[in-house]
């Protein structure tokens, strides 16, 4: 895109500009320091240009009216309750935490868990029966031969 001149930057700064050219100036506001910086130009010099304010009562009392609007917009919009929001989930599993820790049900918990680990242990598994077997077979040959030794 072709620079945009400080004359444009006028036009975009007083909003005269259709939608699609004010698009295309935004994009290239934020790709292209020496257009930021006629842009710049062009606000400081309109600043100085900016009409001094003829109706004052009228601008207060449209800002007003505007704001007047706004707060009963507000009011008829649905109140967002505490717990709608996300935060207030995070703050309740904190809560129910704490609360599960003092009153004891977690180290409960945690005893279901170590006796189920500890039943797990007491049933002989297939490798441990196994390696029984192969000791007790090695003894028996040991015996064995301290047996032979023995009636040399
Ligand atoms: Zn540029």
Redesign the pocket.
């Known amino acids: 895109m072709m ?2 001149s400080y004359e444009d930057w006028v036009l975009y700064v007083k909003n005269q500009l259709d939608e699609e050219t004010r698009e295309q100036y935004d994009t ?1 506001l934020f790709e ?1 320091g ?2 930021l910086s006629t842009y710049m130009e062009v606000i400081e010099a309109q600043e100085q240009q900016l009409p001094v304010m003829q109706h004052d009562e009228a601008f207060t009392d449209a800002v007003m009216i505007k704001i007047n609007q706004q707060q009963v917009t507000e009011k008829k919009m649905p109140v967002s309750k505490f717990y709608h929001k996300p935060a207030f989930h995070y703050v309740l599993a904190a809560a129910m935490t704490l609360f599960l820790m003092s009153t004891g049900v977690f180290s409960h918990l945690m005893n279901i868990v170590s006796d189920f680990e500890a039943n797990k242990k007491n049933e002989p598994s297939v490798v441990e029966g196994f390696m029984k077997n192969k000791v007790s077979f090695i003894d028996k040959e040991v015996q064995k031969k301290s047996e032979q030794e023995e009636k040399k």
């Open positions: 620079h945009i290239h292209c020496q257009c």
